[in-house]
């Protein structure tokens, strides 16, 4: 797939999430396979433009790390460019616009969701980047402010128009926060309203069967998944492994020479008519675990051992999430100051949970979790019980 200048190895996509896709997690996803494009942090662009540490350790990166789209926030345009050159200058393959932080300090200085409300100025700030840089400029947005303000397929109308390389959204509005079910039809709509680049549709993508059904539904180039990278950081692998394996639809499909997105005529719906595709076997409990210690080595290895471990104590209870009974390894996880205390502490919770397995070694069917299901494949009222967990930190709004 191709983003502007840059080709990508798979259309399916690592979503910012600030706080957590940070070096170390974006390398423990690479090293399992399947991801195009992995997006750092959020970034604020004075911030770099004034060699702020923390903005430069967000931004940290080596070669088994690419290709690298950094996500920049910032509402003056010349900080924008300039802040885009300087990336491009130290190599990073494409600047990401933040259009979508509903967070109020982001906002109220025009960055964020704000940028979806000024068309026009938002438009000649997209068009001053993509002019500075020969690296792709891309957006990324929700479906709008609001039910009322649906702006999203206006907006990537004019970003195309100013020279964005592609558009990122998420089907939901600034209002809706993480809640209620992602808005299929409404990323479809962006899809139809940019004319060439790619349209990356985006939330609650947690299977390779909501994938599949993003692809098919809305026409979409690609998929980008954050939480559900959290979940389970063999989702893209197996994605493109479903994917490639079903008929029709989605990352193994060739393009249509038409456009960079998967819809030809503008009324027909794309319904998921193909046979199903194979799903590779779930991760076992040891290879989570041995993935699991890779991240927090990685932590370590990036961020030292006493901040590392603090980091990792938000990240360890994503991974049980799928450990089946896991009570006891989460309220000491969370805890834990080095290595060698994970380490023990994982240690215990392996010989805890051995009373939940059966003769064959596995959980027993009791005590597994359930099935993970996206709120747009669900029944209207159970996708508003049933939501996906929001990682707590600062940006736990968004
Ligand atoms: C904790 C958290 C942090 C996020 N940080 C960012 C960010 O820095 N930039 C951004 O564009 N979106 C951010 N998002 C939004 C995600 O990129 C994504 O659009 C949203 O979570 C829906 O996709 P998902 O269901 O696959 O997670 C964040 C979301 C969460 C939950």
């Not at 979409?220 to 639809?249: D, K």
């Not at 193994?252 to 590779?280: F, H, K, M, W, Y």
Request: glycine fraction near 10%; hydrophobic fraction near 45%; charged fraction near 20%.
């Amino acid at each position: 797939m191709r983003i502007g200048s840059l080709t990508v190895a798979s259309n399916l996509f690592l979503s910012p999430l600030a706080g957590y896709t940070n070096l170390p997690f974006r390398l423990v996803v690479r090293e399992i396979g399947g991801v195009g494009l992995c997006t750092t942090d959020l970034v604020n662009a004075r911030s770099l433009l004034e060699k702020n540490k923390k903005a430069f350790k967000l931004i940290e990166t080596r070669p088994a790390d690419s290709p690298l789209a950094v996500q920049l926030f910032g509402s003056v345009p010349e900080e924008m460019r300039d802040a885009a050159m300087c990336l491009e200058s130290i190599g990073i393959a494409s600047v990401d616009i933040n259009m979508g932080c509903p967070v109020r300090k982001v906002c109220t200085v025009g960055g964020g969701s704000a940028m979806m409300t000024e068309l026009n100025k938002t438009a000649a700030l997209v068009r001053g980047m993509a002019r500075a840089v020969k690296i792709p400029v891309t957006a990324k947005m929700r479906l709008g402010w609001d039910d009322e303000n649906l702006t999203a397929p206006d907006l990537a109308r004019a970003l195309e128009d100013a020279g964005a390389a592609a558009i990122f959204v998420h089907g939901r509005t600034r209002e809706q926060g993480f809640g209620g079910t992602v808005n299929l039809a409404g990323i479809r709509a962006v899809v139809h309203a940019a004319k060439a680049i790619p349209v990356v549709g985006n939330g609650d993508v947690i299977t390779p069967q909501a994938a599949k059904r993003m692809f098919d539904e809305t026409g979409c180039a690609g998929v980008s998944i954050g939480r559900g990278a959290f979940y389970n950081p063999w989702i893209f692998q197996h994605t493109l492994h479903f994917l490639r394996t079903s008929e029709t639809g989605g990352a193994g499909s060739p393009l249509p020479a038409a456009g960079a997105n998967a819809i030809a005529g503008a009324d027909q719906v794309p319904r998921s008519t193909s046979t199903e595709g194979a799903l590779p076997p779930e991760p076992t409990f040891a290879e989570r675990v041995r993935v699991m210690c890779r991240h927090l080595d990685l932590m370590i290895e990036v961020f030292d051992e006493p901040l590392g471990c603090r980091m990792f104590r938000k990240v360890a209870p994503w991974y049980a999430k799928r450990f089946g009974p896991c009570h006891e390894f989460n309220k000491r996880a969370v805890q834990i100051s080095t290595r060698a205390e994970f380490h023990e502490v994982l240690g215990d919770y392996i010989r805890w949970r051995q009373q939940f397995l059966g003769d064959d070694g596995q959980l027993q069917p009791r005590f597994r979790p359930a099935p993970m299901i996206a709120s747009f494949m669900r029944e209207p009222a159970s996708a508003q019980r049933e939501q996906i967990a929001v990682p707590r930190g600062p940006v736990a709004a968004w």
